[in-house]
């Protein structure tokens, strides 16, 4: 079993930058993939990046691309996603998500086996 808890969302400004963390607890934290994806309202939830049990690999999707960062600390067993220049188009409830047995690439939601409840990102334009 995994128990993922995510915070730091919030209401911010275009422009602004946050960092949502996520706290791991459970199963070995340092073997598995890690990663983020959102759900804005009306719309399907999405992949916005991933990163490896090692952290040495992050996977990310157009919309994130050199503006959001991923990553985790083993020691803390937690894992981060720092997002910058955020856009109203980044509203969304921000999920963590734990890959026991892949890369922390996939895009798919069903091969992601445990997630947390999920934390509120609201950009004002």
């Known amino acids: 079993q995994v128990q993922l808890v995510e915070s730091g969302g919030g209401l911010v400004q275009t422009g602004d930058s946050l960092r949502l963390s996520c706290a791991a607890s459970?199963?070995?934290?340092?073997?598995?993939?890690m990663g983020w994806f959102r759900q804005a309202p009306g719309k399907e939830r999405e992949f916005v990046a991933g990163?490896?049990?090692?952290?040495?690999?992050?996977y990310y999707t157009d919309s994130g691309k050199g503006r959001f960062t991923i990553s985790r600390d083993n020691a803390k067993k937690m894992v981060y996603l720092q997002m910058d220049s955020l856009k109203p188009e980044d509203t969304a409830v921000y999920y963590c998500?734990?890959?026991?047995?892949?890369?922390?690439?996939?895009?798919?939601?069903?091969?992601?086996?445990?997630w947390g409840q999920g934390t509120q990102v609201t950009v004002s334009s």
């Open positions: 459970g199963r070995t934290f340092s073997g598995y993939a």
């Open positions: 990163i490896s049990w090692s952290g040495g690999t992050t």
């Open positions: 998500a734990a890959d026991l047995i892949g890369s922390g690439s996939s895009t798919k939601m069903y091969e992601w086996h445990y």
